[in-house]
């Protein structure tokens, strides 16, 4: 990290944080650590609901992430509106959590860092959702890792430019 810079904080939000929250998290990660950029951006994930706090991530997203060479190391939790004050950028997997990460923004500083995580990948249409595979089969767990993967290149390529990081 550059001498007295603090590294850029990002949040990945789904509803139960045990799918696609940290999925999001494992493989941004994953790329950070490619790119040597482990020091400047700081990622961590959470609920929208505290249904599965402390619990490991799906084991259904576990396998399908350890098959593709990614670790999840999150650990469920429900964010806080105090998470407004740690992240400079909170990311939605979809737009009902968007909805309830808004409610909970209490300043115009807070809202401006929520994002829909696909509107970082340039092939998305706008307003895209990363889709909840928890009731579905294990392709959906796949196809959840392929739009994580495009978005975490298209978040990075913005971070990059937004926030020089060469």
Do not use: W
Request: charged share 25%; with cysteine; proline share 5%.
């Amino acid at each position: 990290m550059a001498r007295g810079v603090p590294p850029i904080r990002v949040c990945f939000v789904c509803l139960g944080n045990i799918c696609r929250s940290p999925t999001a998290e494992g493989v941004f990660l994953n790329l950070l650590d490619s790119e040597q950029l482990e020091d400047r951006v700081v990622a961590d994930s959470a609920g929208t609901a505290g249904y599965h706090v402390g619990e490991r991530p799906d084991t259904r997203s576990l396998a399908a992430a350890r098959a593709r060479g990614f670790t999840l190391p999150g650990v469920g939790r429900q964010f806080q509106a105090s998470d407004f004050e740690r992240f400079d950028y909170v990311l939605a997997m979809d737009r009902s959590n968007l909805s309830l990460l808004e409610r909970m923004a209490s300043t115009d500083a807070h809202r401006a860092k929520l994002h829909l995580f696909r509107n970082f990948d340039p092939a998305s249409t706008p307003g895209s959702e990363v889709p909840d595979p928890y009731y579905g089969g294990e392709d959906g767990f796949e196809r959840v890792l392929d739009i994580c993967a495009a978005a975490a290149r298209g978040l990075l390529a913005h971070l990059r430019k937004t926030h020089d990081l060469g």
